[in-house]
C-alpha cells in the first residue's frame, strides 16, 4: 500500500536573510568565509544594523530541500519549529505555498526565543558566509515528532544542523523508529564540516545503524571519516550505508550503491549564490529515487537542480524543475 507522504523532513526552521558585500566587510565584523557560524539574538541585530539592502527568504537546510521536492510534485512534510511571530508566518507561508504540509505547533507569541533566521552574506565570488541565529528550531524535540506522520512515509530526510541541539537527538532517534518500523527508509545530510567534528560520534553511530541514504560534501566526507584521500572516506561510507551521495563543487557528484561508483556531472551555470546548493541536489536526488530512477539518474537530477539554485539570489527553486530535467532527457 502507497504511503501519503514521499518524503518528509525534519530540521531546522530559518529564514534567510540575503544581502551581498565586499571580503572586507567579512574581515571587518570577524566572520569566517564561507561556513556557518552560530550567533545569539544580539550578534544577529548587530549584522542586520550593518549589512546592505537584504531579501528575507525561507530557508533551513532540510526546508529546502522539502520545499525542492513539493516544487518538483512530490508529497512531502516538514518538521521544524517556529514561533508565533512575523518570521514564523513567513516560513510557514512559504513553505506551504511550496505545496509541503507544515503542521508543527508554533511556540507561543510570549515565548522568550525567536523565530530563527540566518544573516547570509554573498561575496563577489558567489561563496557564501552564514552566520545563524537558531531561535525556537533549536529546541525541536521528541513532542514535535508525528509518529504517525513519520510511519506514513516512504522517506524521511534529516537536517545534520540539528545535531546542535540535545532534545533533536531524541527527536530523531523517535522518527526514525517510527519510520523504519513501518518499513520506511532514512536519509541524513551532513549539512557542514565544522558540525560534523562537533558531533563525529553521533553522526557515525547513526550512519552505522539507521541511515540508508547520506548526502554530503566532499569538505564534509574528509571531516566525517578523516582519511588521506576522498575515495577513500566514500568507501568507508560504503561500508556502513547502501547510497552514498556525495558533491564535489563544480566537478559534479560521485554515487557510490552497491559497491558501484558512478559520476554525475555538473550542470553549467552562471554562478551567482551557492546558497542551497547541496540542499536541491538532495532534492533532485530524492525525487529521482522516488520515482524509480537509477542513481545515475538521480544524481544527474541533483546536479540539474543545483544547478538552478546556484544561478540565483535565494535557495528556493524559481524555475519549472521538473521542465529542466525534461529538457535533459531525466
Known amino acids: 500500500m502507497s504511503k501519503k507522504f514521499q518524503v518528509v523532513g525534519i530540521g531546522n526552521s530559518i529564514v534567510d536573510v540575503l544581502a551581498h558585500c565586499e571580503d572586507a566587510f567579512l574581515t571587518d565584523n570577524g566572520i569566517d568565509k564561507g561556513i556557518m557560524q552560530l550567533i545569539d539574538t544580539a550578534r544577529a541585530s548587530e549584522l542586520y544594523g550593518k549589512m546592505g539592502p537584504a531579501m528575507e527568504i525561507s530557508g533551513g537546510s532540510a526546508a529546502n530541500t522539502i520545499a525542492g521536492l513539493a516544487a518538483m510534485g512530490a508529497s512531502t512534510a516538514y518538521v521544524g519549529k517556529v514561533k508565533a511571530d512575523q518570521l514564523g508566518d513567513i516560513f510557514a507561508h512559504d513553505i506551504q505555498a511550496q505545496g509541503a504540509v507544515y503542521e508543527v505547533p508554533r511556540a507561543p507569541a510570549d515565548a522568550t526565543d525567536e523565530t530563527g533566521r540566518c544573516m547570509v552574506l554573498v561575496t563577489p565570488d558567489a561563496e557564501r558566509s552564514m552566520n545563524t541565529y537558531l531561535g525556537v528550531s533549536e529546541h525541536l524535540g521528541p513532542e514535535d515528532i508525528d509518529t504517525g506522520m513519520m510511519a506514513d512515509a516512504d522517506w524521511i530526510y534529516l537536517e545534520g544542523y540539528r545535531f546542535d541541539g540535545e532534545e533533536s537527538h531524541a527527536a530523531f532517534a523517535k522518527a526514525i523508529k517510527a519510520c523504519k518500523d513501518a518499513g520506511g527508509k532514512v536519509s541524513l545530510t551532513l549539512s557542514d564540516p565544522f558540525c560534523v567534528e562537533r558531533h563525529r560520534g553521533a553522526f557515525r553511530a547513526m550512519i552505522r545503524d539507521n541511515v540508508d541514504l547520506l548526502f554530503c560534501n566532499e569538505h564534509e566526507m574528509a571531516a566525517m571519516y578523516e582519511m588521506p584521500t576522498l575515495t577513500a572516506c566514500l568507501n568507508a561510507a560504503a561500508s556502513e550505508v ?30 551567482v549564490d551557492v546558497t542551497g546548493a547541496g540542499d536541491m541536489f538532495a532534492a533532485g536526488f530524492l525525487h529521482g529515487l522516488v520515482n524509480g530512477k537509477d542513481t545515475l539518474t538521480c544524481g544527474r537530477m541533483g546536479c540539474v537542480a543545483a544547478g538552478e539554485i546556484i544561478s540565483h539570489i535565494g535557495a528556493r527553486p524559481e524555475a519549472d524543475l521538473k521542465e529542466l530535467f525534461r529538457a535533459e532527457g531525466l
Open 242 to 271: 547502501d547510497i552514498v551521495a556525495c558533491t564535489i563543487g563544480e566537478n559534479g557528484a560521485m554515487i557510490i550503491r552497491d559497491g558501484k561508483t558512478e559520476h554525475a556531472p555538473a550542470t553549467q551555470a552562471t554562478v
